[in-house]
């Protein structure tokens, strides 16, 4: 695949056009579809920008035979659920296919089940057909340290690790592993691990959203969906994302998710409960204060609320 990219032919005093190639490899489309389908992540973005530069720069100092060697393409996302770890990676499988760094640029994304086996003899083969699914695309180890369980000398999962590392070296130009996961656990996983850290070019953190941007991420994904929130509903909704981000098992843009998905059976139930008169396309399309105020996290919130209120 590099070699179609440039062979280390041009001549010293030729010159390169930094911008066309720029405008020929149309990352700056998925550059725009990031910036359009995610909401903040600020940092992640300018990261993502920097090493499609690099990757350009690396391609051009290619055809000058400046550069020998796939670069290393590894990455490690950290962050907690639900902060656009997937889906970057996504992106970033379409950003390495269009500067030419793999071959298809899909996906496949697996945990440790996928990967390891149960009984002796199979954890080789099952990791060896993940990695042949990944060729030419990226391979997105969600929760990766669960691959590594010191607790248990003869874990499967060891086997996995070592089979993995043989590809990251070998297929370089190839196959690009994301590992992912919380940064402790990930961490601690490459403290054990020194081999898989040494492997792993890029380190990204993904933070926490706050408030409004969990706001903005709603507004999106009920406009993908040809949903909008009546004024009423929208402030309802400002009240009960702070209330949902203390509840246990919060999983940011997730949990906004699936929030979504419960005000919309509540909006198609009340509609449903009032079928004897006519739609209009604009009850289709909204979401009403009582469809957000009707979950159980206010319920919960105040639950929740309740011994501090006795303590006092
Ligand atoms: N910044 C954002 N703007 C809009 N939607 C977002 C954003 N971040 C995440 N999402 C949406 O939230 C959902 C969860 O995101 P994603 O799966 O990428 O997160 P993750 O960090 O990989 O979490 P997990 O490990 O739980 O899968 C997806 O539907 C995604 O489209």
Known sequence: MLDAIAKGTAAQDESVD????????????????????LVGLKPIKTRIREIAALLLVDRLRRKFGLTSGAPTLHMNFTG????GKTTVALRMAEILHRLGYVREG?????????LVGQYVGHTAPKTREVIKRAMGG??????????????????YGQESIEILLQCMENNRDDLV?????????????????????????????????GV?????IAEIMLAEQNYRLSEAAAKALEEYLPIRMRLPHFSNA?????????????????????RDRALTKTDLITIEESDIRGSRVFAEGKLEGEPETKAR
Do not use: C, W
């Open 18 to 37: 930094l911008q066309a190639e720029f405008e020929a490899s149309n990352i700056d489309e998925v550059m725009d579809k990031l910036d359009r389908e």
């Open 254 to 274: 997730r949990s906004v998710r699936n929030g979504l998905d419960r005000a919309r059976l509540r909006q198609a139930n009340r509609l449903f409960a009032s």
């Open 80 to 83: 907690n659920p639900g902060t």
């Open 212 to 216: 409004s941007e969990l706001k903005s």
């Open 138 to 155: 990226v391979l997105f180890i969600d929760e990766a340290y669960y691959l590594y369980k010191p607790e248990n000398e003869r874990d």
């Open 106 to 114: 899909h996906m496949v994304a697996v945990t440790r089940d996928d």
């Open 177 to 209: 592993v994301i590992l992912a996961g919380y940064k402790n656990k990930m961490d601690r996983f490459f403290d054990s691990n020194p081999g898989m850290r040494s492997r792993i070019a890029h380190h990204l953190d993904f933070p926490d959203y």
